[in-house]
């Protein structure tokens, strides 16, 4: 029991480690992103997306990625059934914290993202993996993949982008819990600081989905 106990401590601060490491790889993942929305040459983005694909640091740093998207997804999984498992025994009330409402359905929300990473992994990453990427033929950066013409072909197709659109509001919903749960877990609770954090986790899933969203969005609309 005790040992049950401790071990899913474990799990849980080793989740939040990873959610938090796999939060700045969304900000960082953005930040590139929306260089399609002010280079409408693309160039500035395939270059980027060049260097992220042949730096040997960040081709190892990837894998280190992978690795936290499935450590995460694992233990949340079984977290969340431990979790199913023990409540009718020992709980009556449920066992979240009842301020966030999205704190209920992190396993659901959870599994959405899970599903969007496979078919959004299978669309760009993967074709670039088997080299089925449209070369680019002119100018200095002949020879390189043309990333961004993939990314605007997807998100000119209006069934594509109403699918990243509700995946990303979902998205948006996982990480305005996953933020403050997850300085929970590690134990950073303080009566002045809490209120900060759970302010900060707010901002930080608005921040991250809006600048998402505009990227299908404005690409579809005015691009
Ligand atoms: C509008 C939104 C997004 C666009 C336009 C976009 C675009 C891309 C592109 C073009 C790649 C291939 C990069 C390359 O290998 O050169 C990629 C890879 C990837 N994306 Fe996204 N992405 C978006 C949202 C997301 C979200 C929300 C997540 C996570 C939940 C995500 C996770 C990943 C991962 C893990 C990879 C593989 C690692 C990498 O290549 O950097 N992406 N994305």
């Not at 992103?33 to 040997?56: E, I, Y």
């Not at 949340?76 to 209920?104: C, H, T």
């Amino acid at each position: 029991m005790g040992s049950t106990f401790y071990s899913s401590l474990t799990k849980k601060y080793v989740m939040s480690l990873a959610g938090l490491f796999l939060m700045t790889f969304l900000f960082v993942h953005l930040a590139i992103n929306l260089l399609l929305l002010f280079d409408d040459s693309r160039g500035l983005f395939n270059q980027v997306a060049h260097f992220m694909g042949t730096n040997p640091f960040i081709q190892t740093f990837q894998w280190v990625l992978f690795g936290g998207f499935i450590i995460h997804m694992i233990f949340g999984v079984i977290l969340q059934i431990q979790n199913w498992m023990a409540r009718p025994k020992r709980y009556k009330k449920k066992a979240v914290s009842e301020d966030n409402y999205f704190s209920k359905f992190m396993i659901h929300t959870g599994i959405v993202i899970g599903i969007f990473l496979v078919i959004h992994l299978t669309d760009f990453f993967l074709k670039k993996i088997g080299g089925t990427v449209p070369e680019i033929h002119h100018g200095n950066l002949a020879g390189m993949e043309d990333m961004g013409i993939l990314v605007f072909e997807k998100f000119k197709m209006i069934g594509y982008v109403i699918f990243y659109v509700v995946a990303l509001v979902i998205l948006g919903f996982h990480l305005d819990h996953a933020f403050q749960s997850a300085f929970q877990s590690l134990g950073l609770n303080h009566k002045k600081y809490t209120p900060v954090i759970k302010w900060l986790s707010h901002f930080v899933a608005i921040v991250l989905a809006v600048g998402y969203i505009s990227i299908p969005v404005c690409i579809y609309f005015f691009k």
